[in-house]
């Protein structure tokens, strides 16, 4: 029989001879398959990225408070692109940049008035067509660009084209009226062809002037249906 005292030094070696693991930075598994491993809860890269993630969600929230205001959220927006277009009036320069910025609020200003699904590529037999007639039902319009994300956008890229004016190596020398020309040219056709597309699917890309319906008409309609007829 084996003496207890020589059997605990055994038992201690083979204890030290064990891999510990890491607790405190445990493996995740991202989305590709592949695994990473967690920064620590004390590490600088940890409460960089706390700090980042509370402040996004600072932004975030006060975007959601912004929704309703319509009105406020486009005087601000009226706001900076005055002090942009001064800005570059001032400076005389950065054509390009606001060539750029141009191109980009066009291309925003065809999905705001675009529908989500465009009637071009929907086949009207087996699916609901936009109304045509004052007999169909109504059906309000839905936009391929919501208007939030619509001013959000375009604030945003006057915001970044404001930044870049104060960076020389963005201001390229050009001869600006022929930026200018090129994108009248480019805003008219393309907004003769929205308008030929809107023409041909009869749609309007505005609420004003359609049918509405408050509680007054609907609880009026509701007691006469229930009324019965003499």
Known sequence: ??????????????????????????????????????????????????????????????????????????????????????????????????????????????????????????????????????SDEFRPFVRRLPEFKFWYSITKAFFIAFVLTFFSVFDVPVFWPILLFYWVVLFGFTMKKQILHMVKYKYVPFSFGKQRYDGKMASSSSSEDVLPKE
């Not at 993630?53 to 927006?77: A, E, M, N, V």
């Not at 750029?100 to 529908?115: C, D, Q, V």
Request: glycine share 6%.
């Open 1 to 134: 029989m084996t003496p207890i005292s020589d059997s605990v030094p055994s038992l201690l070696q083979n204890n030290s001879d064990t891999p510990e693991t890491d607790v405190t930075k445990p493996a995740t598994t991202t989305a590709d398959g592949s695994s990473s491993t967690a920064p620590s809860i004390g590490t600088p890269n940890a409460a960089v990225s706390r700090s980042a993630f509370i402040l996004c969600q600072h932004y975030q929230h006060l975007l959601d408070k912004s929704t309703p205001f319509l009105l406020h959220r486009w005087i601000g927006f009226l706001i900076i692109a005055v002090i942009y277009a001064v800005r570059v009036l001032y400076i005389q320069g950065f054509y390009v940049v606001s060539y750029a910025l141009g191109i980009y609020i066009l291309n925003l200003l065809i999905g705001f008035l675009s529908p989500q699904v465009d009637p071009e590529f929907l086949d009207l037999s087996d699916g609901p067509s936009l109304p045509i007639r004052s």
